[in-house]
C-alpha cells in the first residue's frame, strides 16, 4: 500500500501536502494555467481547457456534486437505529454481552483559539465529540477519544486532552480513555486498539462522519487482526444529514459544497492508497 511505503521512506509527514496537490481547486487552477499558455498557439484547445477547469471547480463547490461523489465513491453507511440503541442500552445496564465502549475520533484542533484563550477542537472534531457524549448518556456506555497532533499541525496540546477538557467543562461528562499518541486515522486504530484490549474492551461503537466510516472501519479491523484482539467493530456514523437547500441552489458554489467534495475525494483517495 502507498501508505505503508511512505511510512516506511519517513514521507508520512508529506501526506497533507500530497492531499492539498491533488485535491481541487489545485488541478483544476493548473488546468486553467495551462489552457492560458496554449492559448496563443492553439486558441480551440487554449479556451477549451480554460473552460474545463472553470467548470470542474464550479462542480466542486457545489453541494449536489459533493453529495453524489460521497454516494458513489464512499456508499455511507446508516446510522444506529432505536432498536440497536436499546439493546445497547439494556446490555450495558444488566452487564451481559462484550464489554462495550464507544470511540471517538478526532477530526482536528486549533492550537490556540483567542476567544477561548485556549486551544479548541474543529467544527467537525466537536460534532464527533458531541455525538459520542449523546450516545454515552443515551447508552450509559463509556467513551474514549482518539487524536493526537496531525501531520499537518505543529505544536501545542494533542487534540484528545483538549477534548477531554471540552467534554468536562462544557458537557459536564468525563472521557474514560484519552488516547494521544496518533497522527492519522490508522494510528488512531493502532493506539486505540491497543489501549482498549488491555482494559477487557471486546467491543467499539466507532464514531465518525459518515464519508469517514469506511476507511475508519477498515484501519480498525486492520489493526484488531495484527493485535490478535477478536475486537468487534460497530460503525456508529454521524454527520448524516442531506442538504435541504433547493435544488437551484444546490447546483450554485458554496463553501459547504467545495468542503464536501474535497472529503470525498480525500477520502477515496485515502482507501485507494491503504492510508
Wanted: glycine fraction near 12%; proline fraction near 6%; hydrophobic fraction near 50%.
Amino acid at each position: 500500500m502507498l501508505d505503508d511505503l511512505a511510512m516506511q521512506l519517513g514521507l508520512a509527514g508529506w501526506k497533507p501536502v500530497a492531499a492539498a496537490l491533488l485535491l481541487p481547486p489545485l488541478p483544476l487552477l493548473l488546468l486553467m494555467f495551462l489552457g492560458a499558455w496554449v492559448l496563443r498557439r492553439r486558441p480551440a484547445w487554449g479556451w477549451a481547457l480554460m473552460i474545463a477547469g472553470g467548470l470542474g471547480i464550479w462542480l466542486c463547490s457545489s453541494s449536489a456534486a459533493g453529495d453524489f461523489l460521497t454516494r458513489q465513491l464512499l456508499h455511507p453507511l446508516q446510522p444506529l437505529g432505536t432498536a440497536e440503541l436499546q439493546s445497547l442500552r439494556a446490555q450495558a445496564r444488566g452487564g451481559g454481552g462484550p464489554r462495550t465502549a464507544i470511540v471517538v475520533l478526532g477530526a482536528g484542533r486549533e492550537r490556540h483559539a483567542p476567544e477561548y484563550g485556549a486551544a479548541n477542537l474543529t467544527p467537525q472534531a466537536v460534532e464527533r465529540l458531541r455525538y459520542g457524549l449523546w450516545l454515552s448518556r443515551e447508552t450509559g456506555l463509556p467513551l474514549a477519544f482518539s487524536g493526537g497532533s496531525g501531520h499537518a499541525q505543529r505544536g501545542g496540546p494533542a487534540e484528545a486532552e483538549v477534548a477531554a477538557v471540552i467534554a468536562a467543562r462544557d458537557f459536564g461528562r468525563k472521557l474514560s480513555w484519552v488516547e494521544a499518541a496518533s497522527a492519522d486515522t490508522r494510528g488512531n486504530a493502532r493506539h486505540t486498539v491497543a489501549m482498549l484490549r488491555s482494559d477487557g474492551v471486546t467491543r467499539i461503537l466507532l464514531v465518525t462522519h459518515g464519508w469517514h466510516l469506511r476507511r475508519s472501519l477498515r484501519a480498525f479491523d486492520q489493526a484488531a487482526a495484527q493485535a490478535g484482539a477478536g475486537l468487534q467493530i460497530v460503525p456508529a456514523p454521524m454527520g448524516l444529514a442531506g442538504d435541504d437547500a433547493r435544488p437551484l441552489l444546490r447546483w450554485l458554489p458554496s463553501s459547504k459544497g467545495f468542503a464536501d467534495t474535497r472529503s470525498a475525494l480525500r477520502e477515496w483517495f485515502g482507501l485507494w492508497a491503504g492510508a
